[in-house]
């Protein structure tokens, strides 16, 4: 989200044609002034009390990962700009009449653009795995907003070049839109309380709603995941304005950028150890739940994808919980697992996973 900043404060550097580098040195001016002011409204009227000396490590660990995602993001910021100079007069804007319209479809859809990108960043463990290194800071303070993975940032960038060319979106435009979104971006991660708050949090993404996207339970930190408008929210259902317990992200993780930069690199959900000797994992588990499921229908032909399917989203929702990934249930209900599928329990365990392989139901598997 808040790599808008990044591509911001190196765009300066970028000098790119068209623009002097001082357009780019007044956003960055800008943004620095931004952020001093919101720091100062948190430290005037807190939302939450922070210990001083946490909040200074938060500080450093973000500011750290800025420095270190804007010394790779700016290679590839030179594209991003070269992008919008090149395609601002062929993308779908073109057929928008006036440039009021241009500029206010721009950054509806941009703000569009970064909402599905959250949720599908959320809904993923091979990208949650990135976007966690964000959620993990307990102290969730303005400076939170530079706390980003440089992959997700990378990834990003790359989205937002396709958002470019598809809409024609000119470089005049494109710093207009990251300017205003940096500082919604800032906006909402500030440890800040306010009257009107809520009034506000009806039209854009306010502190509070932000806040709650950084709870430490899922069902609450997978909703508000809005840039800007909470319009997105409300329509599509992820909208949320419960006051969180806990902020971050469960269990001990990393808080130095070092440690911040290879934790985006640790699978967000490691496979739980096999307990049935080592031939046990998942695809196993799987191949005899449909095993079973195909013997129920008499090896019916036509049901393969069927049976496969089913049985891999009940094994998934037995181990995990209700939803895969991200949040294994204790080892016990893992065994449970094991215990409850019948055709472990008579002794055939690797018979029936070969039979199972090997038979019409699975051919292309490799080991037959
Ligand atoms: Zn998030």
Redesign the pocket.
């Known amino acids: 989200?808040s790599s808008e900043i990044t591509s911001l404060i190196t765009f300066g550097e970028a000098n790119f044609t068209g623009f002097s580098s001082m357009s780019g040195n007044l956003v960055a001016f800008t943004l620095l002034i931004a952020l001093v002011v919101l720091a100062a409204l948190e430290f005037s009227f807190p939302k939450r009390i922070l210990p001083v000396k946490q909040l200074r490590q938060s500080y450093q660990t973000n500011a750290g990962l800025f420095i270190f995602n804007s010394l790779i993001i700016s290679v590839t910021l030179t594209p991003l700009l070269m992008v919008a100079d090149r395609y601002s007069d062929r993308g779908l804007l073109s057929y928008a009449e006036g440039p009021a319209w241009k500029a206010l479809l721009s950054f509806l859809l941009l703000d569009l653009l970064l909402y599905c990108w959250?949720r599908i960043?959320?809904s993923f463990d091979s990208l949650w795995m990135f976007?966690k290194v964000?959620?993990n800071d307990p102290y969730l303070n303005v400076s939170t907003t530079f706390r980003l993975h440089i992959v997700e940032l990378l990834i990003i960038t790359v989205l937002k070049s396709a958002y470019i060319v598809l809409l024609g979106v000119d470089k005049t435009m494109v710093l207009t839109n990251e300017t205003l979104l940096t500082l919604f971006v800032m906006f909402h991660h500030s440890n800040i309380s306010f009257r009107g708050e809520k009034r506000l949090g009806q039209v854009i993404i306010a502190p509070y709603l932000h806040c709650a996207?950084?709870s430490t339970e899922r069902s609450e930190?997978d909703t508000n995941?809005g840039a800007v408008f909470s319009t997105w929210d409300r329509l599509l259902g992820t909208f949320n304005e419960r006051e969180p317990a806990k902020i971050g992200i469960k269990n001990s993780s990393p808080q130095t950028v070092l440690g911040l930069v290879k934790f985006g690199f640790t699978p967000a959900n490691p496979a739980p150890a096999p307990v049935y000797g080592p031939d046990l994992n998942l695809n196993a588990m799987i191949a005899e739940a449909a095993y079973y499921k195909a013997e129920k229908r008499a090896f019916k032909p036509g049901n393969e994808l069927r049976d496969w399917l089913e049985a891999k989203r009940g094994i998934i929702r037995m181990v995990y919980g209700d939803r895969p990934g991200r949040r294994p249930q204790p080892f016990k209900s893992y065994i449970l697992t094991v215990s409850s599928i019948p055709i472990i329990r008579n002794g055939k365990y690797h018979e029936i996973i070969e039979r199972f392989y090997c038979s019409a139901y699975y051919p292309l598997y490799r080991r037959c």
Do not use: A, E, I
Request: avoid cysteine; charge should be neutral.
């Open positions: 989200m959250h960043s959320h976007h964000h959620h996207h950084h930190h995941y």
